[in-house]
């Protein structure tokens, strides 16, 4: 029965105790401070698998980051932390999102390099990566995409705290209809807005697409609209323009005008759907890496998740390291080593040309990840 009271006083009780704590973390978000540096005289690498194709495309970002960082490896200028327990069976086994263990050694890093984890549909176990992105407070997600021939230069900037992902779990189900909740605060839209128009301005880059679906979602969108404006007035410089998140999927596959894009700035889920697309237009989703930055820890992984599809055809070893590798240049600029990340870069632009004799389709008519990694080793030498 859809109308029962109770249910609808029990759901109402329960809305307004989400609604008191969001309140209170919004207004715990604007007294945020930036967050020192965990190790002062060296940098800790986290590590991690994560599930499925996970351990055989960071087997290839193991060996690339072993390469470029071998001298600050043997000097401890750099140091690799393996972290225990974030498996899906260890997370199922102790029922727990992030397990204790993974946490004590995260809190002993600086970044994370992971693996994609594998997110059970159902149940009660929610996603290890939202998680994760939501204890660090990694506001900021970065996705830059690149086709040099069709001159596409894009940077997506993902809010990655809120949307629909901060109450994902906490919806209201009852006999006959669902309720979901989405939340969008003042700070979480002007510290991502900060971060894409500061990225463009010091990237050179002359706009910034901001995209929503304020017609209809008027509340949420239409306050991340408005707050994107106002952080784009001390931009003088830089061009903001808007769109609608559907005509923004077509425009992001328009010939004529994609490549008139640079910076795009939107929302969580719009971020995590139009990310797809665009890795999409760049190769695949195999392709595309990805910087999760908060103010003080930060996390690179691909875009991807752990493709369950590809271990059950018996194709993983098939898998594309590219994404991976792609993350691995952001997380060694990010931590200070530029000519390690331009040299990183320089090799796969080589490597992934359409023309180059190893190309990685995703199937078993492609070379495998270690063929690819192989050859990337190899490239690296001469670059
Ligand atoms: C991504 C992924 C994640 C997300 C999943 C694995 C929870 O799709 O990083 O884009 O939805 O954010
Ligand atoms: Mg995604």
């Given at each position: 029965m859809i109308m029962d009271k109770k249910w609808i006083d029990e759901s109402v009780e329960r809305f307004r105790e989400l609604l008191v704590q969001q309140a209170e973390r919004a207004e715990g978000l604007a007294a945020v401070k930036s967050q020192s540096k965990k190790n002062a005289d060296r940098v800790v690498i986290g590590i991690c698998d994560g599930d499925g194709i996970g351990s055989i495309i960071m087997r290839e970002a193991r060996r690339v980051l072993g390469y470029l960082m071998k001298a600050e490896l043997e000097s401890g200028a750099v140091m690799l932390k393996e972290i225990r327990g974030l498996t899906i069976e260890n997370r199922l086994y102790h029922g727990k999102t992030v397990p204790d263990e993974s946490l004590e050694d995260l809190m002993e890093c600086d970044v994370l390099l992971k693996g994609p984890f594998t997110t059970p549909s159902g149940g009660t176990l929610k996603s290890a990566n939202v998680a994760l992105r939501g204890i660090f407070d990694l506001y900021a997600n970065i996705r830059p995409v690149k086709v040099k021939e069709k001159g596409i230069d894009w940077t997506f900037f993902r809010e990655n705290t809120?949307?629909?992902?901060?109450l994902g779990g906490e919806g209201i189900s009852g006999e006959g209809l669902a309720v979901d909740f989405r939340v969008i605060t003042d700070e979480g839209t002007r510290r991502i807005a900060r971060a894409a128009f500061e990225y463009a301005k010091s990237n050179g880059k002359k706009s910034v697409t901001v995209v929503t679906k304020s017609n209809i979602v008027k509340k949420t969108d239409g306050k991340f609209l408005d707050i994107c404006y106002r952080v784009a007035a001390d931009y003088p410089d830089i061009r903001v323009d808007e769109y609608y998140v559907d005509i923004m999927s077509a425009n992001l596959i328009n010939p004529e005008i994609n490549a008139g894009f640079e910076v795009m700035v939107m929302p969580n889920l719009y971020g995590d759907i139009l990310s797809d697309e665009g890795a999409q237009v760049q190769g695949s989703v195999g392709t595309a890496g990805s910087a999760n930055l908060g103010d003080g820890f930060a996390i690179f992984e691909?875009?991807?998740?752990?493709?369950p599809r590809m271990i059950r055809d018996g194709i993983a070893e098939y898998a594309n390291p590219t994404s991976i590798l792609n993350a691995v240049e952001m997380m060694l600029r990010h931590i200070g080593y530029t000519a390690a990340a331009d040299r990183l870069v320089r090799a796969l632009e080589i490597c992934t040309d359409k023309d180059a004799p190893v190309f990685v389709t995703?199937?078993?008519?492609g070379a495998t990840c270690a063929q690819f990694g192989d050859y990337v080793m190899k490239t690296l030498e001469s670059v």
């Open positions: 809120e949307g629909e992902y901060i691909a875009i991807h998740g752990s493709a995703g199937k078993a008519d």
